[in-house]
């Protein structure tokens, strides 16, 4: 999954800046729609569009106190 962020893992700013777009959605919006904003904040950030699930996976694990994500939604993207 790491070869999907190519350039963009290298640019310190927009990692960052991504970061703190799924903290705020962690913390600010329920189950639902932390799921659906994490689609959004990975399109918004010009990412490919198969992270999404991924990270929202990980937004669920991290919401649920799991010391791991497990690819529930992600391994629909391949």
């Known amino acids: ?5 190519g350039s963009f893992a290298r640019d310190e700013a927009a990692v960052s800046d991504l970061a703190d777009a799924l ?3 962690a913390t600010t919006e329920g189950a639902v729609g932390m799921l659906t904003g994490a ?9 490919p569009r198969a992270m999404g699930p991924w990270l929202a996976d990980a937004l669920l694990a991290q919401k ?5 994500a497990v690819p529930l939604l ?5």
């Open 1 to 5: 999954m790491l070869e999907e962020f």
């Open 23 to 25: 903290r705020r959605l």
């Open 39 to 47: 689609y959004a904040v990975v399109e918004g950030h010009g990412l």
């Open 64 to 68: 649920l106190g799991w010391q791991y």
């Open 74 to 78: 992600g391994t629909e993207a391949f």
